[in-house]
């Protein structure tokens, strides 16, 4: 599939393309022949967990349910995808059933989409994710109900949306600290890692006696 002859023959269609694309900017009116197919366009984001092994970008990109994935797919026009090493999780298989080339490369969010403005916006979104500054502007009725509030001696809430956050991210990060101790019993973990704790409950049947 790349013989020097298909590869000349796969730039040739990419260089027809690109006039075909020039002509319709230069004159909107102009039909482009029945077999152009616009040549996708396409960013690459590399995902930092090296350096914030206990963030979880993936979830805050596909957010609850997959509607903030989904979101920006719809007002972009673009696709985005979860692509590289642990994309895909262990013994499971793409939906196509294929390997996929990316899946040895560093995980990263690929983008695709039909013009370079559109593919841009998006990246700048899924950027602000890497940096740790995504501000989560989900619709309120696509939201999963928050549950009841729950208050402190001092009649604060304990229970927000930000702390509720920050636990689900803490719980993340020990559970891959722990499976990384499994895996390495040499492994010395953060000096703040605390491992949960375990815990049972046992009615005491008073009804019965």
Do not use: W
């Amino acid at each position: 599939v790349n013989t020097r002859e298909q590869r000349a023959r796969d730039k040739l269609t990419r260089l027809r393309n690109e006039l075909i694309t020039e002509m319709i900017k230069a004159n909107p009116k102009y039909k482009p022949p029945a077999d152009y197919r616009p040549e996708k366009k396409y960013r690459k984001l590399r995902i930092p967990l090296d350096e914030y092994p206990g963030y979880n970008f993936i979830g805050l990109i596909i957010g609850p349910r997959g509607n903030t994935q989904k979101r920006m797919e719809r007002e972009s026009n673009c696709k985005i995808a979860i692509r590289g090493r642990g994309s895909v999780k262990e013994g499971r298989t793409r939906k196509d059933g294929k390997p996929d080339p990316s899946d040895t490369e560093e995980l990263h969010v690929l983008v695709t989409g039909d013009d370079d403005a559109s593919v841009d916006k998006v990246n700048q979104k899924l950027q602000l994710v890497a940096q740790g500054k995504f501000v989560d502007d989900t619709p309120e009725g696509e939201r999963s109900p928050s549950p009841e509030p729950v208050y402190n001696e001092a009649g604060a809430r304990v229970n927000t949306r930000e702390q509720r956050a920050r636990d689900k991210l803490t719980r993340l990060r020990n559970e891959l600290i722990t499976e990384m101790i499994k895996a390495n019993p040499k492994y010395k973990p953060p000096a703040d890692y605390r491992p949960e704790k375990k815990y049972r409950k046992l009615r005491i049947p008073l009804d019965e006696y």
